[in-house]
């Protein structure tokens, strides 16, 4: 069985920085990814990261903001995010998927809280 953990969410001001790490366990896919809800808004995805290339996709509300990156020995992949805003403030998850299928068919973690004041 797939599973993930998430962890690295927490509180920031404005203008910090946050580091989200996934750790997957169980098997690997060819795609992972970081998405996030806000209450009472809808799920967005904020970033993709190809496993096997490491090429990456961002969304524009986070580009040159948010580095998507992955440690294939640890099986861990990471969200860093700088240059936080309030807006970013909210539930981020991590799904790892396989190329063939989508994310909302794909494992999903548990979730961890952001907070930016």
């Known amino acids: 069985e797939v599973q993930l953990v998430e962890s690295g969410g927490g509180s920031m001001e404005a203008g910090g920085s946050l580091r989200l790490s996934c750790t997957v366990s169980?098997?690997?896919?060819?795609?992972m990814g970081w998405f996030r809800q806000a209450p009472g808004k809808e799920r967005e995805g904020v970033a993709r990261?190809?496993?096997?290339?490491?090429?990456?996709y961002y969304a524009d509300s986070v580009k040159g903001r948010f580095t998507n990156s992955q440690d294939n020995a640890k099986n861990t992949v990471y969200l860093q995010m700088n240059n936080l805003k309030p807006e970013d403030t909210a539930m981020y998850y991590c799904?790892?998927?396989?190329?063939?299928?989508?994310?909302?068919?794909?494992?999903w973690g548990q979730g961890t809280q952001v907070t930016v004041s």
């Open positions: 169980g098997s690997t896919r060819n795609c």
């Open positions: 990261i190809y496993t096997g290339s490491g090429n990456t």
């Open positions: 799904a790892a998927w396989s190329l063939l299928s989508s994310a909302e068919d794909g494992y």
